[in-house]
């Protein structure tokens, strides 16, 4: 019972992965019929210049989300794990999580309509774009990381915090000496994640991109809405791979510390 | 001559410690959201912005114009009915089969020995971490007529003719199933593993068969953990765009399209913030419960946190 529910499980999970990885290498364009191993569409990828700048783009987006969703979410983290009950307290939470759920197009369409009125009534942000984007990222990544941090900070044992504060440290001294390197590893878990999911994102991208203006996960969307891609298969491959290799890196740096 | 102490009129350190998060929050969540449910009763107007002007100054007087005809459409257009009702029971049935498939999967990992309890947490968060949307585009190359599935259950003589999934609501299901069955498993993970066992060891000596424990302590002890996913999988997946566009058929009504629609291709502004408000409506209950369930966590976590002696 137990290895049937768990092996069906994980084949459903990881069968599409799998085909995937193993098409990106077929030599014929016919993505779901064999013919031989070849590199052609890797070869195709990175001659694509549409995808290797709209991959550049999201980059640039992904790294300056999850850095910005890292201060906020920490600091969010930190009010809900530590600050007690304060007036408000449930519209707090109700407003940090709400983003983890809410349906992304709503958040999208929300967003876009709040930077149009800005527009007319403040003349800024002047265009949609990189800006308008990471706004929206920002938003929604923050959540996720507030929770992650929400949850490490409780599990923390307090009395080194007391000690410090019994020593004399101010409440903000002791949040950066003793606090945070503490919670380091859930913090690079955070940043990565907010990494990833800004990397992944379409729509609220599609909403609060500018005309000409398109990320990675717009770009890809836009091809695979009408069928299959060989390239993307590539680019899925690589993809899968490179997170793959950081996810396993980032557990066991956290799994090796908690078990020594 | 008065003296007031300044001091009382600043910030304490805790005030500025709790509100500048908030302002981004109120910013960018609460108050996009108010403009939504203003432009809702807005009436479509051909010009920058789209959508008329709520409050107008005539003869000196400020007055009020609310246009109603968005919603009132919502609810005589037949069309919009059906694809909410069709998102609903899509999000419900996508929600049960996350159940039935996560909760073995999240209780066998809970109950494994740690090492192998890590390795299996793991392979379950791979997938989370990896795009949701180039995974839910591999099943474009399974679900096809010409696809793998198909040529493997032919293969196996299983079938004769190839099974016709790929653009039809099935195969929504499964990019729905799939895509979301990890939101499920992690905070019901998170949940079993914290459990007391020795509570099942007390209904064991008690008399309790193993199904019996299960049923009546293992499962009503995970109804947070079983809540949380649940609604992380259903508020959600009733708004989902992207694996209907991937992996539906035209006729496949979601309100997520509509939304879409309306708004990029027939820029029917007031329309689209209709549209969205009644799905945000319609979310309201489980919203809160989700909320609820939140909250006493987060409650939960500080009491259970407290209780701990902090110098043992």
Not at chain 1, 84 to 106: H, Q
Not at chain 2, 11 to 38: D, E, N, Q, Y
Not at chain 2, 108 to 126: C, D, E, G
Not at chain 2, 227 to 243: C, D, H, K, Q, W
């Amino acid at each position: 019972m137990k290895w049937l529910s768990l092996g069906l499980g994980f084949l459903f999970l990881y069968a599409p992965i799998v085909s995937l990885m193993v098409f990106s290498f077929n030599a014929s364009p016919l993505v779901t019929s064999w013919s031989g191993f070849s590199f052609r569409w890797y070869e195709a990828l990175f001659k694509d210049e549409v995808l290797l700048r709209a991959a550049w783009l999201s980059f640039q987006i992904a790294g300056l989300t999850a850095t910005a969703a890292v201060v906020i979410g920490t600091w969010v983290g930190y009010v809900l794990a530590r600050m007690g009950r304060f007036r408000g307290f449930a519209v707090y939470v109700g407003m940090i999580s709400a983003p983890l759920v809410i349906p992304e197009v709503v958040l999208g369409i929300s967003l876009l309509i709040l930077f149009i009125e800005m527009r007319s009534t403040l003349g800024w942000p002047a265009d949609n774009g990189m800006f308008t984007i990471w706004v929206g990222h920002t938003t929604l990544c923050m959540a996720y990381v507030a929770v992650i941090i929400q949850s490490r900070i409780r599990d923390l044992d307090r009395s080194l915090e007391e000690a410090a504060l019994d020593l004399g440290a101010s409440p903000l001294r002791v949040f950066f000496s003793i606090t945070l390197p503490l919670i380091a590893p859930a913090l690079a878990a955070g940043w990565l994640l907010a990494f990833t999911l800004s990397l992944d994102d379409v729509v609220l991208a599609s909403f609060l991109s500018g005309p000409g203006f398109s990320t990675l996960p717009m770009e890809v969307f836009s091809r695979v809405r009408l069928g299959l891609r060989p390239e993307v298969n590539a680019l899925a491959t690589l993809f899968i791979l490179a997170v793959g290799i950081c996810v396993i890196i980032a557990h066991r740096l956290v799994w090796r510390k908690e078990t020594a | 001559m008065i003296r007031v102490p300044v001091a009382r009129f600043l910030p304490s350190m805790r005030t500025l410690a709790i509100v500048p998060p908030f302002l981004w929050l109120a910013l960018f969540l609460l108050v996009p959201f108010l403009m939504v449910l203003k432009i809702s009763l807005a009436d479509l107007n051909f010009g920058t912005p789209p959508y008329t002007p709520l409050l107008t100054f005539e003869e000196g007087a400020t007055q009020l114009t609310l246009h109603t005809q968005g919603y009132a459409r919502l609810f005589s257009d037949s069309l919009y009915v059906t694809t909410y009702l069709n998102s609903v029971k899509m999000a419900l049935v996508t929600t049960f089969w996350c159940v039935v498939i996560g909760y073995p999967m999240a209780y066998y990992i809970a109950r494994s020995s740690p090492q192998v309890r890590a390795l299996l947490m793991l392979a379950v968060i791979l997938p989370f971490w990896t795009s949701q949307l180039l995974r839910v585009y591999a099943w474009v190359g399974i679900l096809r007529t010409d696809g793998l599935l198909n040529k493997a259950l032919i293969g196996l003589g299983l079938i004769s003719q190839p099974l016709e999934i790929y653009r039809t609501d099935v195969a929504v299901y499964i990019g729905m199933i799939y895509a979301y069955l990890p939101f499920f498993i992690l905070p019901l993970y998170a949940n079993l593993v914290k459990m007391d066992l020795r509570l099942l060891e007390a209904a064991y000596d008690l008399g309790a068969k193993p199904w019996q424990a299960f049923w009546q302590v293992t499962v009503p002890l995970s109804r947070p953990g079983v809540i949380a996913g649940a609604m992380l999988v259903f508020i959600p997946s009733v708004g989902e765009y992207v694996i209907p566009e991937l992996l539906g058929g035209a006729d496949t009504l979601m309100m997520g399209r509509v939304m879409w629609g309306e708004f990029f291709t027939n820029a029917d502004w007031p329309m689209a913030a209709a549209v969205t408000c009644v799905m945000v409506l319609l979310l309201l209950v489980p919203l809160a419960l989700f909320q609820y369930n939140q909250m006493k966590q987060i409650q939960a976590g500080r009491e259970g946190a407290s209780k701990v002696p902090t110098n043992a």
